[in-house]
């Protein structure tokens, strides 16, 4: 079955540090991938997403490119801020449509605290 | 405002009392589905709806049930809740399946004593 692998945390960095959060996948066909993020407190909320090979998903300075090659799809940012800790999980989703459609695999998730 | 609400934010139970988590959304979204989330194991899927009276299991069905008599809710009951499915649950919703973005409600921590 469909499984993501992310890297343990917590991660603690400085105010402007570069970030990796890595993420590997499982999975039969050719998945789209996913990054949500979720700030104390509140639900989750995609950050960015890829539906195919060498595609890169970007937002509010985040970026991830789908890696077929080696399975992966890391997230990373060049300067992060204060504002950006929180929980980041990668996920999994078939590509086409049907039955498969319905079910969104994640992974156990990432704490990120970003310290002023 | 489009929004996922769920009700109640917080309860506090005792096993066997059966209790609803009530879920909706005003968004006209055809696929629902309820997760729970827990320390070490990230979101795990509990059963999803791709219409009105559609559903299916998800990865961890047991204990839980579900209907979608109408689009905009959905709501998940615990017929005899146990102290293992003390947790965090979120509802969520998208225009059609798991490729679109999935619009998550705020949570509902449930403790069962």
């Known amino acids: 079955g469909n499984s993501v692998t992310q890297m343990e945390g917590p991660v603690t960095l400085s105010e402007e540090a570069f970030l990796t959060i890595n993420c590997t996948y499982t999975?039969?066909?050719?998945?789209?991938l996913f990054w949500y993020v979720q700030y104390p407190g509140e639900g989750l909320q995609l950050l960015l997403k890829a539906t195919k090979a060498d595609d890169k998903g970007s937002n509010k300075g985040f970026e991830a490119t789908y890696r077929k090659e080696t399975t992966s799809f890391h997230l990373e940012k060049g300067s992060v801020q204060v504002s950006d800790s929180a929980v980041y999980f990668c996920?999994?989703?078939?590509?086409?449509?049907?039955?498969?459609?319905?079910?969104?695999?994640f992974g156990k998730g990432t704490l990120l605290t970003v310290n002023p | 405002e489009a929004q996922v609400t769920q009700n109640p934010r917080y309860l506090i139970t005792v096993t066997g009392k059966k209790l609803t988590v009530t879920c909706s959304q005003n968004m006209n979204h055809e696929y629902m589905s309820w997760y729970r989330q827990d320390p070490g194991l990230g979101l795990r899927q509990i059963y999803y709806s791709m219409n009105v009276e559609v559903t299916d299991k998800g990865d961890v069905p047991e204990g839980y049930k579900v209907s979608r008599k109408e689009k905009r809710n959905f709501p998940l009951i615990l017929e005899s809740p146990s102290p293992n499915q003390t947790s965090l649950y979120f509802c969520?919703?998208?225009?059609?399946?798991?490729?679109?973005?999935?619009?998550f409600g705020d949570g509902t921590r449930l403790s069962i004593l």
């Open positions: 996920a999994l989703g078939p590509r086409y449509s049907g039955g498969s459609n319905y079910k969104l695999t």
């Open positions: 999975a039969t066909g050719y998945p789209s």
């Open positions: 969520a919703s998208s225009q059609q399946g798991v490729n679109q973005p999935q619009h």
